[in-house]
Nanobody, 124 residues
Framework: QVQLAESGGGSVQAGGSLRLSCAFSGAGYRRVCLGWFRQAPGKEREGFAA????????NYANSVKGRFTMSQDNAKNLVYLQMTSLKPEDTAMYYCAADLFRCGSLDGYRYSYWGQGTQVTVSS
């Protein structure tokens, strides 16, 4: 059982930056594959960032490419999401998710474990 806990959300003006963190635990020696997702009210969940092989290459959706950066610190069991040039349409609940088998996917159905989420609100 993998536990995940996001932090770092908040309110920011358009053009600003935020850094989200996600602490993960419970995987023991197993490799953990992590992704970031978000869901705005009335909209479908969107997978927008995922990382391969404990901090190797990353996969981003076009909606965030060039603005968001995902990274992983395996020594601290943390994954980060640095968000820059934030837009009002980035407003959503942000979740990190984990799977023990497949890395790099932006499909939420491939992830077995989810955090509780952290709210990001971007005002214009």
């Amino acid at each position: 059982q993998v536990q995940l806990a996001e932090s770092g959300g908040g309110s920011v003006q358009a053009g600003g930056s935020l850094r989200l963190s996600c602490a993960f635990s419970g995987a023991g020696y197993r490799r953990v594959c992590l992704g970031w997702f978000r869901q705005a009210p009335g909209k479908e969940r969107e997978g927008f960032a995922a990382i391969y092989n404990g901090g190797g290459s990353t996969n981003y959706a076009n909606s965030v490419k060039g603005r968001f950066t995902m990274s992983q610190d395996n020594a601290k069991n943390l994954v980060y999401l640095q968000m820059t040039s934030l837009k009002p349409e980035d407003t959503a609940m942000y979740y990190c998710a984990a799977d023990l088998f497949r890395c790099g996917s932006l499909d939420g159905y491939r992830y077995s474990y989810w955090g509780q989420g952290t709210q990001v609100t971007v005002s214009s």
